[in-house]
């Protein structure tokens, strides 16, 4: 059984020319600005390229750690994420720019609870949890970046140990798809948060790659 997720967007506002209710609000995919798969090829030249400089050992150790877990499962982390994660540049290029002060925290791979054979690796959270955002891993090979309100890590601990859960696991409309990559996902959410801080920190942003973003947005206002 494969479960098509519903596609939805999580982030901030973006100045004048997208609103959000609360800290974050979940946006249709199809009123995103869209983004050339091409541009994607796991080199991340967007961010400069790969440095090959090295990782900390800690954080080298937790990769290689999880990439066997993964594996031992018969399943593979994919090459860009492992590429941008063992990168001593490129490293924490998400946590930098996050505007709600979000992190790089892996989990171990957790059975999907809405599709049998599948897994979750979270990889980047809300210093509150106010949303998640986890590998989506597939016999076969395919993977795609999701993204939930619920921890899972932590529910199924408290199914663990006799205790109900905070919501139905097997419910797949907790989880969103949001990138068909992982370096698409981290351009669209570096670039959006380049975007909130410029605008939260002055009068918006000057880089023409940012700019170019917000055309979408732009093109879509009264008297364009």
């Keep these: 059984m494969t479960v098509r997720f519903e596609a939805e967007w999580c982030h901030h506002e973006l100045g004048p020319y997208r609103d959000c209710a609360a800290t974050y609000e979940r946006y249709p995919f199809d009123t995103l ?11 991340f030249d967007w961010l400069g390229g790969l440095s090959g400089e090295p990782v ?20 593979a982390l994919p090459a860009d994420f492992l590429a941008y994660h063992r990168d001593g540049r490129l490293l ?49 090979g395919e993977s795609f970046v999701v993204h939930s309100w619920l921890d899972y890590e932590g529910q ?6 006799g205790e109900e859960p905070d919501e139905d696991l097997a419910d797949p409309a907790a989880i969103r798809w949001c990138a068909a990559s992982f370096e698409e996902f981290a351009h669209r959410y570096w670039v959006e948060s380049r975007i909130f801080l410029d605008f939260a920190n002055g009068d918006g942003p000057t880089d023409p790659r940012l700019l170019a973003y917000l055309a979408h947005y732009a093109a879509q206002q009264p008297g364009s």
């Design 56 to 75: 900390p050992d800690t954080g080298a150790a937790e990769l290689a750690e999880l990439e066997r877990a993964v594996a031992g499962l018969g399943l």
């Design 33 to 43: 600005p869209p983004l050339d798969p091409a541009g994607f090829t796991g080199a």
């Design 156 to 161: 199924f601990e408290l199914v663990a140990e």
């Design 92 to 140: 924490r290029s998400l946590d930098e720019v996050a505007p709600a002060g979000n992190w790089t925290d892996f989990s171990a791979p957790l059975p999907s609870p809405v599709e049998p054979g599948a897994y979750l690796v979270r990889f980047f959270r809300d210093q509150q949890d106010c949303v998640l955002w986890y590998l989506y891993l597939r016999p076969g």
